[in-house]
């Protein structure tokens, strides 16, 4: 088992950055890749960013591209998003899986979220 906690989430305003972090403890090694998901109200699951477990590779989902890094110093990982717009307005999710990929169903384990608005 893997547990998840994310931190970091907020009220802020528009422009403004944010970020959040995940850390993540017990057998870590069978699911060492992690990534952030989002949730906005009424909408489904979506990608944002995923890394590996050196922190050498990483993918960001191409709408979030130049406003987004996410980084890991071993079991903790961040997620640095720029310029936030309503848009941002979600539930942000940790997750932890034993491959590289944008795609939910590979993830394990996930925390369990926090809540990011952002106003205008």
């Known amino acids: 088992q893997v547990q998840l906690v994310e931190s970091g989430g907020g009220v802020v305003q528009a422009g403004d950055s944010l970020r959040l972090s995940c850390v993540a403890s017990?057998?870590?090694?069978?699911?060492?890749?992690m990534a952030w998901f989002r949730q906005a109200p009424g909408k489904e699951r979506e990608f944002v960013a995923t890394?590996?477990?050196?922190?050498?590779d990483f993918h960001y989902a191409d709408s979030m591209k130049g406003r987004v890094t996410i980084s890991r110093d071993r079991d903790v990982v961040s997620l640095q998003i720029n310029d936030m717009r309503s848009e941002d307005t979600a539930v942000y999710f940790c997750?932890?899986?034993?491959?590289?990929?944008?795609?939910?169903?590979?993830?394990?384990?996930w925390g369990q979220g926090t809540q990011v608005t952002v106003s205008s």
């Open positions: 997750a932890a899986g034993p491959i590289l990929t944008n795609q939910k169903r590979w993830y394990d384990f």
């Open positions: 017990g057998r870590t090694s069978t699911s060492p890749m």
């Open positions: 890394i590996s477990a050196t922190g050498r």
